[in-house]
Structures are given as C-alpha cells and as structure tokens.
C-alpha cells in the first residue's frame, strides 16, 4: 500500500482529509503544495487538470475531493475510526457533511476569496450574501448540533468537515455569544487531538489569511 496526499496545512478541505488520516494513525506520504515543491503541483495536475487539492494517490490511483478521500479510506484502508455508519446515522452523517461543505465552508471561502480579487473585480453584494447565509447557518446548527459530536458520541465524517469550517468561518463572521451550542462544539473540536495538530501546523501560515488571522485559537 502506498499512499500519497497531495496538500497544503492551511487548506480547509486539505485538513478535513488530514484529521481522518491522523485519528486512523493511517501511514501516508505527505506531498506539499508549496513554491518549495513544484513537481507535486505538477504531478496533481497530471492527475487532476484543475489543480484542485486535496488529491490522493493509491497506488497510482487518483481519489479526488475530500469526502469521497474519507469514503474511500473508510472503504479500502479501515482505520479505527468508522467515519460513516450504517443506518440512520450514517445518512444523517452524510447530510452534515455536505452541509458544512455546502453552507458552512463555501460561504467562508467567499468574503476571503472576494479579498484576493482586483478592486474593480470585487463583489460586495456577493460577499454581504455569503455573510447572511452564514448567520442562517449557524443559527440552524445551534438548534442541531449535540453534547458531544455532530451525530452522537462518535467523531465521524460530518465532524472531519466540521472542525475546518467552522475553525475558518469563525474567523469570517463570528459564531458569538448568542450561539453556545455551536460556539461550545467548535471548542470541543478545535481541542480533538487530530483537529488541533491540523491547526498548528496550519498556524505559519496565518500571515497569508486576507482578512487577518485573529489573535485567538
């Protein structure tokens, strides 16, 4: 078995994928996208044209796009973790995940990617959107989320996808005081052993956050 990741610390959904790898203690080979390391770059993109990240070669085999790297490790290199279960859980699971993706992470990544545009470029309707639909998030996660993880006692996928959105839309547009719930859970995983290892090694690269990395977390 051999399998190589193709990714950068700072990336959210390159995280997400990184959590799971950590907590199944799964061996892997690290290929950092960075000016350092041009050939992985190239090498992504012989594999995948977009230069989307992350990317991850089994055997040669190119798995694209966070949650089906997560289905495929679950599926072909089972680790400790069971990061879908079975039944109701798992659908709802599956549902959460696509939620902090589709709610959660992208509209995060909005305001930030609005910031590296050229002025004239800039779309302040679009980013003052994305800035509600957040609020509306997390509004409807506080009335969802548990005690312990996204679904039940056990850190699964919906938590993998979790832990980096909210880690980086908190940053964008702050949970606050009037959401406990959600604003305790991204406590709970920002102190998860694998999810805090993904945060420091991302941390060096705070300075190259466009809206300012806060002085907290």
């Given amino acids: 078995m051999t399998l190589e990741l193709f990714a950068h610390p700072f990336s959210s959904y390159c995280q997400k994928v990184l959590i ?22 190239a090498e ?18 190119p798995v694209i796009e966070s949650t089906p790297i997560i289905e495929h490790l679950q599926a072909c290199h089972p680790g400790r973790n069971r990061w879908i279960p079975e ?13 902090f993706d589709n709610y ?30 957040l609020n509306v998030a997390y509004d409807w996660l ?16 919906a938590d993998c996808a979790a832990a980096p959105s909210l880690f980086y839309a908190d940053w964008v547009e702050e949970i606050g005081s009037s959401r406990p719930r959600l604003a305790a859970y991204r406590a709970r995983l920002l102190a998860y052993p694998p999810v805090a290892r993904a945060v420091d090694e991302a941390r060096p690269y705070r300075a190259f956050f466009p809206l300012g990395a806060p002085d907290r977390d």
């Fill in 104 to 133: 959660v992470m992208d509209n995060m990544t909005k305001p930030v990617g609005d910031k590296l545009r050229p002025e004239e470029s800039r779309d302040p309707y679009g980013v003052a959107r994305a800035r509600a639909d």
């Fill in 44 to 61: 992504l993109k012989r594999h995948w044209p977009f230069g989307k990240f992350p990317l991850l070669l089994d055997d040669g085999v």
């Fill in 142 to 157: 506080e009335g969802q989320i548990g005690e312990h993880w996204a679904v039940g006692d056990t850190f699964t996928l």
């Fill in 87 to 99: 039944g109701e859980d798992g659908r709802r699971v599956r549902f959460l995940d696509r939620f």
């Fill in 20 to 41: 799971a790898l950590w907590a199944d203690e799964t061996p892997f080979t690290y290929r950092m996208l960075d000016e350092q390391h041009p050939e992985n770059m």
